[in-house]
C-alpha cells in the first residue's frame, strides 16, 4: 500500500469539519511554519522538490523564490482551482473531500509570500464546492488560523474564494489573473511574469491547488523526509485522476514509483480494461500531453518499464514519450476511434481557444473541421499532410501555451495512429459504421496481454 | 427596470470588500452570476447595465465580459437546462448516446427549449468529471454516471418538483 | 554634461545598431530600416498594451544576449520583446521565421473575404500588402468562411467585421483616444467580434481615429464620399485651425472635391497626431483648409503610384511599389469573384465600385 500525503484523511467522517480536521492533527502545519522565518519555508520547499501540480511541473520553490518584493506593494498568492483540463479532476476531489489541507496549506504559503490576501479561483461549474471551501474558511477564522494577527504573530491573512464563469483558459495563469481582475480571460504576452508583476500590477504567485496543499506534508515531515518519497526528481505523492474505459475510474494518491502497468491493472488503482476489453492508448497527463499507444505506454521504445513519474513519462521526447501533466490518465480501449477521440479534443481546445492571437484562434477551427471531414468519411490522404502541417504552425508560434496544447494531441495521434487515419480515408464509408480497433495493430502492440 | 433586491445588494457589498479600494471591477464575475441567478436564469443588456452602474465601469466592459464566458446565458433559457460533456473523456464512456437519448426524449435538438420552456438542452466541454461519465450539469449541481434509466428519473423528478 | 544613456548593441540580420535601453527588437528594426523590418499588423507605437496579438512579427533570437547568449527555445514577437546588450536576431535570414510567417500570413486570410476588389481598404491594405509578400498560391481552406451579424456603428463608421483581423488597435484607440469606449471584442476564440452589443453609434470627439488605426478595411469612413478606390485620389497635406486637434490631416482629393479626410500617417502607416471628427467627417470642401503640398506616401502601399487614370496590369504596378520583388498571387480573385474582371477598365467606374457595377460594366462592354 502506497504512503498517501493527501488523501490519507480524506475518508475519515466528518474530516470537512474543523474540529475533526483538527483532531486529526490537522493545522499543524501552520503552527509549525508560523514561528519559522518566511525566507526558511521557501528554503524547505525548495528542499522538498516539489514540483507544480498544475502542468507544468515547475520546481515550486524556485517559483517563490523568484516573487519580487518591492517595499510598500502588496503581494498576492493565488490558487488556481479551475481545474478544466480534459481527464482532470484531481483537485475538485481534494477541494471537495478534505478542504481544510487546502487551506491549512493556503495559510503556510501566504505566510511564507508575504501575501495578506490570498484568492481561490475555481471553475465556475464546481459551484458547489465553492461553499465547502467558505465554510472550511469561516471555520478556520472561528478558531484564529485567519484573520487578523494569526496565532499571535501579527499575521493577517484574509482567504477568499471567487468563482470562474466557464473558460477552460482561465488556468492559464496569466489569464487567471485577468479574469481576477474582472476581464476577459485573455492571456498576457509574458514578459513581465506575475512573479514581478501579476494580480493588479502587484508580485504575484499562481499556484495548483495540489501543490499548495502538498506544502502541508513538507511543513509536517520536513523537506528530507518528503523528498525521501517517490524517486529522482519526482518527489512526493501525486494525484492521479483516472478515468475512460478502466473498470475502477477515480482519484488516486500515488507515489511516483509504480509502474504504469501496475496503475492500470492493479486492482488498488484502475483495475484492469472495463468489459474486458484490451487497453488501445492512452493520454497519461491531460488532453494536453501527447497520446501513446499501448506498446509505448507501459515501455519506453528502449523497451524499459515505464513508470508513473515526470522523467519517466516524458522519456523519448515526444517521439515516444508524453509528458505527467496534470495527471488527468484517459485510458482507450481496443474499440475507441483515435480520430473521434482526436477531434473531441480539437473541437475542445476550438471552444476555449480566447481568440486573441491567429495562429490558435484560426488554427484550432481549422483542425476540428478537418478532424470532422476525416471521421464523416469525406477526407482524402492530404487532409493528413495538411493537418500535420497546421499543427507545426500552431505550436510554438502563439501568446500562451493553448496553442501548443492543441498542436500536441494531433500531431501525436498522426504520429502514432497514422494507419488508422489512413483507413479512414481509404474506407469512407466503413468508417461510419465500424472502427478501425485493435486488430489492425496486432503485432506493434503485442506487448500487451 | 431590473435592480438587485436588498438582500442581493448586501451580498454584493460584501463581495466588493474582498478586493483592495478600487479594485471593484473585479467583482464584476461573481456579480454577473449573481444577476444571472436573481434576473431568471439569463443576462439581458439592462440586466449588464445594472451590474455595469454598480461597478461604475463602462456597459461594454461588462459585455465583453459575459460573451467572453461559457456558463452566462445571453438570451432566454429554460427552467432546468441540462449541459451534457461531450469532451474526449465522456465520449469514450457513451456521451454521444446520452444526448441522442436526450434529445429524443424531450423533442428539441442541442441550443434548443422545450415548448414548456422547462428544458434547454446544451452541448459543453469537460466539466472535471471524467471519471464519473457521461454526465451533465444542471444548475448548481453535477447529475453524474448518466445512463437512459438515469436521465428519465432525473426529468421526472423536474416535473415533480415543479 | 548629461550621462549618456546606456546604449545597447543588437544585431538583426547580420545589421549591427546600437540602440537605447527599453528599445523593443521591431523599434530597433525600424531603425535600421529596409527589409528587416517585420510586418506588424497589431502593434500601434502610440498604443499602449498593444501588439503580440498577430504574430506576423515573429522573430527569432539566435543569441540573448552577451550575458546569457543562449538562443530563445522560441520564436518572438518582435514588438513585444526587449533588446538585450548583445543580442543576435534573425528576421528574413532565418527559414523558421518565414515559414512560421507564412503560416501567421495564411491564417490571418483564412477567414477573410479576400472582397478586396470591392473594399474601400484597397490599396491601403496591410493585410493585402502581407499577402503579396508572403501569401500561398491559392488557399488550403475549403470550409465556408465564417460570417457575422451585420451591426450599425451609426452615421460615421462602417464595420465589415469579416475583415476583422482582432488587433485590437481600434479597441485601445477608444481607450486612450477617445473619451468613451462603446464597442468592444465580444465573444471569444473564433466568434470573437468587434461590436457593440446592443445597437450603439460610435460618435465620441476623437472616435474616427479608429478608421485610421485599422490596418485592415474593417473599420471604413462611412462619409468616404463615392467610395472612391483610394489610388484614383490624389492625398494633400492641409490643416485648418481646430479647437478639439492639431487639424494637420491628409486631405484625399479628386479634382477640387475632398472625398476623404485623414490623420497623417508616418513610413509605418501609424498616425502622426490624432485628429478630432470635426476635421474628419465635417470638413469636405477645399476651402475648410489650408492645403500644404502632397503627402508622401509609404512605399509599402500601391497609392504610392500615385493617382492614374488607366490601370491595365495592376501585376506590373505591384511589383514596382514592391521595389520590382516579385509580388506572389494570393489567389486567383478571378476564380472566386466576377468583381476586378481584368478586361474592365476601373478608372471607367464612376462611384463605389460594387459587384453590381461590374456586372453592368461587363454587360455593356
Ligand atoms: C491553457 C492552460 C490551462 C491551464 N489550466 C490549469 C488549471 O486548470 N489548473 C492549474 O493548476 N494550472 C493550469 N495551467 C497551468 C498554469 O498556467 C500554471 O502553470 C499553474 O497554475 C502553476 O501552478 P503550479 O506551479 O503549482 O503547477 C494551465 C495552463 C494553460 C496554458
Ligand atoms: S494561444 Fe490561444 S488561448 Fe493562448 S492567447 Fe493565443 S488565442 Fe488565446
Ligand atoms: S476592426 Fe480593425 S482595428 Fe479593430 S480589431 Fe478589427 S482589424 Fe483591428
Ligand atoms: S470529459 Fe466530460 S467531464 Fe471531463
Ligand atoms: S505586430 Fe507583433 S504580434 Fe502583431
Same mark, same amino acid.
Given at each position: ?35 519559522? +522565518? ?72 501566504? &505566510? ?79 514578459? !513581465?511574469?506575475?512573479? *514581478? ?56 494518491? *500515488? ?7 501496475? &496503475? ?105 473541421? *478537418? ?29 500562451? !501555451? ?18 488508422? &487515419? ?28 | ?72 446565458? #445571453? ?16 465520449? #469514450? ?5 446520452? *444526448? ?11 441550443? +434548443? ?34 445512463? !437512459? ?14 | ?11 538583426i540580420d547580420n545589421i549591427t545598431i546600437d540602440v537605447p535601453q527599453g528599445t523593443t527588437i521591431l523599434q530597433a528594426a525600424r531603425m535600421i530600416g529596409g527589409e528587416v523590418v517585420p510586418p506588424a499588423m497589431c502593434y500601434y507605437t502610440k498604443l499602449q498594451g ?20 543562449? !538562443? ?15 543580442? +543576435? ?24 473575404? #479576400? ?148 490623420a497623417r500617417k508616418d513610413q509605418w502607416g501609424e498616425v502622426e497626431e490624432w485628429i478630432c471628427n470635426e476635421c474628419r467627417f465635417e470638413k469636405k470642401k477645399t476651402s475648410d483648409w489650408v492645403i500644404e503640398g502632397p503627402t508622401h506616401v509609404s512605399r509599402h ?10 490601370l491595365s496590369k495592376p501585376a506590373e504596378t505591384f511589383s514596382k511599389v514592391h521595389d520590382e520583388r516579385k509580388p506572389k498571387l494570393l489567389m486567383d480573385i478571378h476564380s472566386v469573384s466576377e468583381v476586378n474582371d481584368p478586361s474592365i477598365d476601373l478608372s471607367v ?17
Amino acid at each position: 500500500m502506497a504512503r498517501k500525503l493527501l488523501l490519507e484523511k480524506a475518508h475519515v467522517e466528518g474530516i470537512r469539519q474543523f474540529d475533526v480536521y483538527r483532531r486529526e492533527g490537522g493545522y499543524a502545519a501552520v503552527e509549525k511554519a508560523l514561528k519559522m +522565518e518566511p525566507v526558511a519555508i521557501v528554503e524547505e520547499v525548495k528542499k522538498s522538490g516539489l514540483r507544480g501540480r498544475g502542468g507544468a511541473g515547475f520546481a515550486t520553490g524556485l517559483k517563490w523564490s523568484f516573487l519580487a518584493k518591492p517595499e510598500g506593494v502588496p503581494r498576492y498568492l493565488v490558487c488556481n482551482a479551475d481545474e478544466s483540463e480534459p481527464g482532470t479532476f484531481k483537485d475538485r476531489y481534494l477541494m471537495e473531500f478534505i478542504p481544510h489541507l487546502l487551506i491549512e496549506g493556503l495559510i503556510v504559503s501566504s &505566510f511564507a509570500l508575504g501575501s495578506n490576501r490570498t484568492y481561490i479561483y475555481i471553475r465556475g461549474e464546481y459551484a458547489w464546492i465553492v461553499g465547502i471551501l467558505e465554510q472550511a474558511i469561516a471555520e478556520a477564522k472561528q478558531n484564529g488560523f485567519l484573520g487578523k494577527n494569526i496565532l499571535g504573530t501579527e499575521f493577517d491573512l484574509e482567504i477568499y474564494v471567487q468563482r470562474g464563469a466557464g473558460a477552460y483558459i482561465c488556468g492559464e495563469e496569466t489569464a487567471l489573473i485577468e479574469s481576477l481582475e474582472g476581464k476577459r480571460g485573455n492571456p498576457r504576452i509574458k514578459p !513581465p511574469f506575475p512573479a *514581478i508583476k501579476g494580480l493588479w500590477d502587484c508580485p504575484t504567485v499562481v499556484n495548483n491547488v495540489e501543490t499548495l496543499a502538498a506544502v502541508v506534508p513538507i511543513m509536517n515531515l520536513g523537506a528530507e523526509e518528503y523528498a525521501k518519497i517517490g524517486v529522482g526528481r519526482s518527489t512526493g505523492t501525486k494525484l492521479i485522476s483516472a478515468c475512460g474505459n478502466i473498470n475502477k475510474p477515480g482519484v488516486y494518491e *500515488i507515489d511516483m514509483t509504480i509502474s504504469v502497468e501496475e &496503475f492500470i491493472y492493479s486492482d488498488e488503482y484502475c483495475g484492469g480494461i472495463a468489459n474486458g476489453k484490451r487497453l488501445k492508448a492512452c493520454i497519461p497527463g491531460g488532453s494536453s500531453v501527447p497520446i501513446l499507444p499501448a506498446n509505448l505506454l507501459l515501455k519506453t521504445a528502449k523497451g524499459e518499464t515505464r513508470y508513473m513519474n515526470y522523467e519517466s513519462l516524458s522519456e523519448g521526447g515526444f517521439a515516444s514519450g508524453s509528458m505527467m501533466g496534470s495527471g488527468g490518465f484517459i485510458v482507450l480501449d481496443e474499440d475507441q476511434c483515435i480520430v473521434r477521440h482526436t477531434l473531441t479534443l480539437a473541437r475542445f481546445y476550438r471552444h476555449e481557444s480566447c481568440g486573441q492571437c491567429s495562429p490558435c484562434r484560426e488554427g484550432t477551427g481549422w483542425m476540428e473541421k *478537418i478532424l470532422h471531414k476525416i471521421e464523416s468519411g469525406k477526407g482524402v490522404s492530404s487532409d493528413i499532410d495538411l493537418l500535420w502541417d497546421i499543427q507545426s504552425k500552431i505550436e510554438g508560434n502563439t501568446i500562451c !501555451p493553448l496553442g501548443d496544447a492543441a498542436a500536441w494531441p494531433v500531431a501525436a495521434a498522426i504520429r502514432h495512429f497514422r494507419d488508422e &487515419f489512413e483507413w479512414h480515408v481509404n474506407h469512407p464509408s466503413l468508417c461510419l459504421t465500424q472502427n478501425y480497433g485493435l486488430a489492425h495493430y496486432a503485432d506493434e502492440l503485442s506487448v500487451v496481454a | 427596470m431590473v435592480k438587485f433586491s436588498e438582500h442581493t445588494m448586501k451580498e454584493v457589498e460584501a463581495i466588493i470588500a474582498r478586493y483592495p479600494q478600487g479594485k471593484q471591477k473585479s467583482a464584476l464575475i461573481p456579480l454577473l452570476h449573481l444577476a444571472q441567478e436573481e434576473f431568471g436564469g439569463w443576462l439581458s443588456a439592462e440586466a449588464m447595465d445594472h451590474v455595469a452602474s454598480i461597478l461604475s465601469i463602462e456597459s461594454i466592459e461588462v459585455y465583453e465580459v459575459a460573451t467572453f464566458y461559457s456558463m452566462f446565458n #445571453l438570451q432566454p433559457v429554460g427552467k432546468h437546462v441540462l449541459e451534457v460533456c461531450q469532451t474526449g473523456p465522456c465520449m #469514450l464512456r457513451g456521451s454521444d448516446d446520452i *444526448i441522442a437519448y436526450i434529445k429524443s426524449k424531450l423533442g428539441i435538438g442541442v441550443g +434548443e427549449t422545450t415548448a414548456d420552456g422547462m428544458f434547454t438542452l446544451k452541448t459543453v466541454e469537460c466539466l472535471g468529471a471524467c471519471g464519473y461519465a457521461p454526465m451533465m450539469q444542471m444548475g448548481m449541481h453535477y447529475k453524474e454516471h448518466l445512463t !437512459p434509466e438515469r436521465v428519465d428519473q432525473i426529468i421526472a423528478d423536474c416535473y415533480n418538483h415543479k | 554634461m548629461a550621462e549618456e544613456i546606456k546604449k545597447l548593441k543588437v544585431t538583426i540580420d547580420n545589421i549591427t545598431i546600437d540602440v537605447p535601453q527599453g528599445t523593443t527588437i521591431l523599434q530597433a528594426a525600424r531603425m535600421i530600416g529596409g527589409e528587416v523590418v517585420p510586418p506588424a499588423m497589431c502593434y500601434y507605437t502610440k498604443l499602449q498594451g498593444s501588439g503580440g496579438k498577430c504574430r506576423t512579427c515573429l522573430v527569432e533570437v539566435s543569441k540573448g544576449s552577451e550575458a546569457d547568449p543562449r !538562443p530563445m527555445p522560441k520564436l518572438v514577437a518582435s514588438c513585444r520583446t526587449g533588446v538585450m546588450d548583445g543580442m +543576435e536576431v534573425k528576421n528574413i535570414t532565418s527559414p523558421k521565421v518565414l515559414d512560421a510567417r507564412n503560416g501567421v500570413v495564411e491564417f490571418l486570410l483564412l477567414n477573410h473575404p #479576400l472582397d478586396c476588389p470591392v473594399c474601400d481598404q484597397a490599396g491601403e491594405c496591410h493585410l493585402q500588402d502581407l499577402g503579396y509578400e508572403h501569401g500561398k498560391e491559392a488557399t488550403r481552406y475549403e470550409f465556408k468562411r465564417r460570417t457575422f451579424e451585420k451591426h450599425d456603428l451609426g452615421p460615421y463608421i462602417q464595420l465589415h467585421m469579416t475583415r476583422c483581423i482582432l488587433c485590437y488597435r481600434c479597441v485601445y484607440t477608444a481607450d486612450q483616444v477617445s473619451n468613451k469606449r462603446v464597442h468592444g471584442i465580444l465573444s471569444r476564440g473564433d466568434h470573437a467580434e468587434i461590436a457593440t452589443y446592443i445597437e450603439k453609434s460610435l460618435d465620441n470627439d476623437f472616435i474616427g481615429n479608429v478608421i485610421d488605426v485599422c490596418p485592415v478595411g474593417a473599420l471604413t469612413d462611412k462619409t468616404f464620399r463615392f467610395k472612391n478606390r483610394v489610388w484614383f485620389t490624389k492625398p494633400v497635406n492641409a490643416h485648418r485651425a481646430c479647437k478639439c486637434c492639431s487639424g494637420k490631416v491628409t486631405l484625399w482629393q479628386r479634382g477640387e472635391e475632398v472625398l476623404r479626410v485623414t490623420a497623417r500617417k508616418d513610413q509605418w502607416g501609424e498616425v502622426e497626431e490624432w485628429i478630432c471628427n470635426e476635421c474628419r467627417f465635417e470638413k469636405k470642401k477645399t476651402s475648410d483648409w489650408v492645403i500644404e503640398g502632397p503627402t508622401h506616401v509609404s512605399r509599402h502601399s500601391v497609392i504610392s503610384q500615385g493617382h492614374y487614370e488607366k490601370l491595365s496590369k495592376p501585376a506590373e504596378t505591384f511589383s514596382k511599389v514592391h521595389d520590382e520583388r516579385k509580388p506572389k498571387l494570393l489567389m486567383d480573385i478571378h476564380s472566386v469573384s466576377e468583381v476586378n474582371d481584368p478586361s474592365i477598365d476601373l478608372s471607367v467606374i464612376k462611384g463605389p465600385a460594387t459587384g453590381k457595377v461590374f456586372e453592368q460594366t461587363k454587360k455593356h462592354s
